[in-house]
């Protein structure tokens, strides 16, 4: 195949992006790739190393000493940093938060950009983020723009960390959904917005296999398959 169709997920934290992009790839025999999850990836090993997200002198220095690969497995996408399998350590609140804050740094992006965009070259595949349509893949075959209300998405965070053990509140989780959603639109690098070509689409109201079923249905469309 000489033409790779590359589809980017983009929109707020908690709106569903990595379940639907992952279901929606294997509905369509493409290739998943969760960025979030190499922003947490930075963010864990920065995190080890003691070093603060907005640190703008030490965060770049830690990056030349950070190997990540990708291992796509049977069960999903697996993050390697220098050897280690870290995909469950990266699933925390605290790498959530610090990887949000990571990602404001323009060092951090170059260092991602060029792995994500290599892999769109070769594959059939569906990228989910917060700038995949506006900076990552702005030539995306087909852009979707994610979202539902805060409360909503707050919602299905909580019962996500309920369902794995972890203790949250839900006043707490929405109001950390709400501050996630101000700093990653109102960073200065590639904040969060709608690419102008995307497609918007509302889960509020849908539940979770309402929202793949549509998501898959307008990808074919758009797609012509």
């Not at 991602?112 to 070259?121: E, H, I, P, V």
């Not at 960390?161 to 109001?175: D, F, I, R």
């Given at each position: ?102 990602a404001a740094q323009p060092s951090v992006r170059e260092f ?10 070769t594959h059939n595949i569906i990228m989910d983020g917060r ?78 296999q309402e929202s793949i079923n549509y998501c898959v249905a ?8």
């Open positions: 195949m000489d033409q790779f169709y590359s589809i980017a997920i983009d929109g707020p934290s908690g709106a569903g992006k990595s379940t639907i992009a992952k279901a929606a790839a294997k509905e369509l025999g493409f290739v998943y790739l969760d960025t979030g999850a190499i922003y947490r990836t930075v963010a864990w090993h920065i995190t080890m190393m003691g070093i603060g997200p907005k640190d703008t002198d030490h965060v770049p220095m830690l990056l030349d000493d950070a190997n990540i690969k990708i291992d796509f497995q049977p069960d999903g996408q697996h993050m390697i940093l220098n050897g280690k399998d870290i995909t469950q350590e990266i699933r925390t609140p605290e790498i959530a938060s610090v990887a949000s804050q990571a991602l950009l060029d792995m994500q965009r290599d892999l769109a070259k700038d995949i349509g506006t900076v990552v893949l702005p030539n995306a075959s087909v852009k979707i723009y994610l979202t539902a209300t805060p409360e909503a998405r707050a919602m299905r965070r909580y019962q996500e960390y309920l369902e794995k053990g972890q203790k949250a509140s839900y006043e707490e989780v929405l109001a950390d959904q709400k501050k996630r959603d101000y700093d990653d639109s109102h960073r200065k690098i590639a904040p969060l917005k709608q690419a102008k070509d995307a497609v918007l689409v509302d889960t509020t109201e849908m539940d979770l307008l990808i074919r469309e758009k797609l012509g398959l």
